[in-house]
């Protein structure tokens, strides 16, 4: 038969337990004190064992202990409740739990505009090129005269050129940084130079800010098939070695013979689809030998040197690359459009 003072313990605590507030954790506290603290009745129990006749004792030190367990596991139960409730409360008052798992951060992604950038740095960076980033404004000597452009010429016009004071303007192309190159660098060298450029023109292939890559190779004995040559590798690069280039004649004032390179379309591998207006082909820069006027008006004798120049625009490299339709896409900002990158 159980000891009474272990039943009427066990009594009174399953009478208690109940109407303690298990939210609170003073009070789930002072009930564990109660019945486990020092002098507990519990604890109380366990000291009365060694006064007991030794016959006595392992009956009474089973149900004590038993009652103990009881007690224990009860109080921590409500001692968790109570715990988890605290939490609660503290979070819903602004406090921040750092030890709880964080709500993650969205990794961002490079910009298709900057990843073609990117690309054709390092593509020419590997050939021994050297990289001039040049300047958004320019003087009319380095975006026009210097390259050959008469004063007439079209592109000089105030409907195509933003012009911020007189024969100050934003550079319509990356072609003004091969003045500033040749005036400061004596052949033989190559370089490009990728950057921002300016136009009043605006339509779905057409941006009034957009990035070209301007190139320049000068030494003696540069060639027009060196041209064609780096510029399909370089095509390769950009869309697999499949891709097909071709050079049409063209004009520009600063360059002699002119083209206009074209890709064969990467959409329809050059059979001809609504991308490429049927055609097959594409057009992404022009391109040419460096016209002996330009040589002499930054000091280098053509009689020695000849070379060839490019320029070409990255966002139609891009919109190729990625199939977008608009140019506009690419500046902006939609995160519906740049989250698919
Ligand atoms: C030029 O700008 C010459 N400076 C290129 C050059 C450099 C020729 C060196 C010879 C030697 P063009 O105006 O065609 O050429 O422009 C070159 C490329 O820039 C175009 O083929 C096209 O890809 C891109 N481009 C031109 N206008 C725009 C525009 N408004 N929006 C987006 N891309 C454009």
Request: proline fraction near 6%; include cysteine.
């Amino acid at each position: 038969m159980i000891n009474e003072a272990i039943s009427s313990v066990q009594k009174e605590f399953e009478a208690e337990l109940p109407s303690v507030d298990l939210n609170s954790l003073e009070a789930v506290n002072a009930l564990r004190v109660k019945y486990l603290g020092k002098k507990g009745s519990v604890t109380e129990l366990l000291k009365q064992m060694g006064k007991l006749p030794a016959e006595e004792r392992p009956a009474y030190g089973k149900d004590v202990n038993e009652l103990k367990e009881f007690v224990s596991a009860q109080i921590e139960n409500a001692l968790a409740a109570a715990s988890e409730h605290a939490l609660e409360a503290k979070l819903a008052a602004g406090f921040v739990d750092i030890s709880l798992p964080g709500d993650g951060i969205p990794a961002g992604s490079t910009h298709p505009l900057y990843d073609v950038r990117e690309e054709i740095i390092d593509f020419f960076a590997h050939m021994g090129f050297a990289v001039d980033l040049g300047r958004d404004i320019e003087t009319d000597w380095y975006n026009f005269e210097a390259l050959n452009t008469p004063p007439d010429h079209p592109s000089r016009d105030m409907q195509d050129t933003f012009y911020l004071a007189d024969k100050v303007m934003l550079r319509t192309h990356t072609s003004g940084t091969q003045i500033h190159y040749m005036e400061t660098h004596k052949p033989p060298f190559r370089m490009i130079a990728p950057g921002h450029v300016f136009r009043v023109d605006s339509d779905a292939t057409h941006a009034p800010m957009f990035q070209q890559c301007e190139g320049l190779v000068v030494d003696e004995n540069i060639s027009f098939s060196q041209l064609k040559g780096i510029l399909q590798l370089f095509m390769n690069q950009l869309f697999g070695e499949g891709v097909k280039t071709r050079f049409r004649p063209s004009f520009f004032p600063f360059t002699e013979p002119s083209a206009e390179m074209d890709v064969s379309c990467v959409f329809c591998g050059g059979t001809g689809c609504r991308r490429c207006k049927g055609t097959g082909w594409m057009e992404l820069g022009g391109c040419g030998s460096v016209d002996p006027n330009v040589f002499k008006n930054c000091g280098i004798d053509p009689e020695k040197y000849t070379g060839f120049a490019f320029g070409f625009g990255l966002d139609r490299i891009a919109m190729l690359r990625h199939a977008i339709p608009e140019i506009g896409l690419l500046t902006s900002n939609d995160q519906r459009f740049l989250n698919q990158f």
